[in-house]
Nanobody, 128 residues
Framework: QRQLVESGGGLVQPGGSLRLSCAAS????????IAWFRQAPGKEREGVSC????????YYADSAKGRFTISRDIVKNTVDLQMHSLKPEDTAVYYC?????????????????????WGQGTQVTVSS
């Protein structure tokens, strides 16, 4: 059964850190593009970062550059998102998503429609 399960969300103070993890079952991560998205109440789903290819190529939204790091463990079949210097505006439900086959065009790397499989999400709340 193909499944993505996120974990690691929670409540953190501004300036703090969290590490999200996405466990993939039924997929071969080395042949897939995996992304993290987030959605805050009343807002559209927003792409945060993605990783693909044998060389672990990565891409980040401007909002994530310098603060977030995406990584992949092929043995464990997990994709993590390490988040530092968190801000209240990072508060959202975070989803991991997976696309099988070739990576999408560069302009569509963080477009939700480029991904075929989604996890159920994990809540991240940044508040004092």
């Amino acid at each position: 059964q193909r499944q993505l399960v996120e974990s690691g969300g929670g409540l953190v103070q501004p300036g703090g850190s969290l590490r999200l993890s996405c466990a993939a079952s039924g997929f071969t991560l080395g042949d897939s593009t995996i992304a993290w998205f987030r959605q805050a109440p009343g807002k559209e789903r927003e792409g945060v970062s993605c990783i693909w290819g044998r060389g672990d190529t990565t891409y980040y939204a401007d909002s994530a550059k310098g603060r977030f790091t995406i990584s992949r463990d092929i043995v464990k079949n997990t994709v993590d998102l390490q988040m530092h210097s968190l801000k209240p505006e990072d508060t959202a439900v975070y989803y991991c998503a997976l696309r099988t086959g070739p990576a999408p065009w560069s302009s569509l790397l963080l477009h939700p429609g480029s991904y075929d499989y989604w996890g159920q999400g994990t809540q991240v709340t940044v508040s004092s």
